[in-house]
């Protein structure tokens, strides 16, 4: 890839060359949801009553698909920036196409989809982090005003040559590995930790998001790392936001009690090894006092980067109703299988 100057904007306009005339863009992410088959128009009494609900889709399309107000707590943990492709066919000259069109700032994400970029596949963080804040906007309308959120995200160091994965949580999976190029510049440079989570978190902020807590999971068996020149990286992010109100402070739902012994913010769980060829899953531990202390008993708790579906067991388990979408069709039909097998009526 030629050496290229990149324009740092965060906020850009689709072209109308590429996305053509304008379309009603929530029916567009409407009918892609029900094409998938999984989903028909529902009434408030069927929203009600779906105790567990799984769909095969992109969370870009599912979320504005949910009702107004419906949601209690959303937990989850989407891709990483830069570590594997979840077996989806990626368009690796998107930074060029982009480029040609000479627009200047960040592609949204439905430009970026349609043409064939794929979620944590972004040339350069800074996509990343406005394409995934994008998702979480969308979030905001069927998370109730007292709902919480919370998100998992874990960090990447810069390599200009750095290692790409089809699936496995680093150094746990042995597979083969897709090797990129990424333009250095900026804050992009070799060795630098890119403090993903905390320039998402920042970005939150500025979109009115509350952060309550920037919990740090210490994962004490990570495996060995080659470097002899820094620490490994043994722990990942668990941001709680709530929406912060047109006035006064924000109210949220939050049980203190359901929190681990001492309720601090920093907790201890090893990293499992996963299921269903799905690495990257969630320990239930580390879960299950977010959905105790941020849900209420038969309230809505959403993933919609369910992946094994992990977030909606553990609140079924726990008199939860769960929710979620995954864009891997395997993984959305395993997470269905799985809630079958723990004796559930799941819809997917
Ligand atoms: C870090 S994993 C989540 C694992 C999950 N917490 C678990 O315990 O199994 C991220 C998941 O997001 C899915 N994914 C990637 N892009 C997506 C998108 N645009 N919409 C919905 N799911 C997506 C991947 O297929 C993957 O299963």
């Not at 409407?30 to 889709?57: F, Q």
């Not at 902020?205 to 999971?217: E, G, K």
């Amino acid at each position: 890839m030629p050496r290229v100057r990149i324009p740092l904007q965060t906020k850009s306009k689709p072209t109308k060359h590429r996305l053509g005339p304008r379309r009603k863009r929530t029916d567009v992410r409407k009918t892609r949801v029900r094409e998938s088959g999984l989903i028909g128009s529902s009434s408030h009494e069927e929203w009600k009553e779906r105790n567990h609900y799984l769909v095969h889709a992109d969370a870009y399309d599912f979320l504005p698909t949910l009702p107004t107000n419906s949601v209690d707590l959303i937990l989850t943990s989407p891709p990483y920036w830069g570590q594997r492709s979840y077996g989806m066919q990626h368009n690796w000259e998107i930074l060029s196409d982009w480029i040609a069109l000479r627009t200047p700032g960040i592609p949204t994400y439905e430009w970026y989809r349609e043409n064939g970029g794929v979620l944590g596949l972004e040339p350069l963080p800074d996509w990343y982090i406005a394409h995934l804040i994008e998702i979480f906007e969308l979030a905001r309308v069927p998370l109730k005003p007292d709902g919480n959120l919370w998100i998992n995200l874990g960090d990447t160091y810069f390599a200009r040559w750095s290692s790409i994965r089809d699936n496995g949580r680093q150094g746990l999976a042995e597979e083969e590995r897709f090797r990129r190029k990424t333009p250095m510049g900026g804050y992009r440079q070799e060795k630098q930790l890119l403090l993903i989570p905390s320039r998402f978190a920042i970005g939150m902020q500025d979109r009115r998001w509350i952060l309550r807590n920037d919990l740090i999971w210490h994962k004490p068996n990570v495996p060995p790392r080659p470097e002899k020149d820094r620490l490994k990286l043994a722990h990942e992010h668990f941001f709680h936001f709530v929406k912060r109100p047109k006035e006064g402070r924000a109210k949220y739902f939050y049980d203190l009690k359901q929190a681990e012994t001492h309720a601090t913010d920093v907790v201890t769980y090893n990293v499992q090894p996963g299921e269903d060829e799905h690495t990257a899953t969630f320990p239930p531990k580390l879960i299950e006092p977010r959905i105790l202390s941020s849900s209420p008993i038969g309230g809505v708790v959403l993933d919609p980067f369910c992946g094994t579906g992990r977030t909606l067991l553990v609140a079924a388990k726990n008199g939860r109703k769960g929710w979620g979408c995954d864009l891997v069709a395997s993984y959305a039909l395993n997470a269905k299988q799985a809630f079958t097998e723990n004796g559930s009526n799941g819809e997917a």
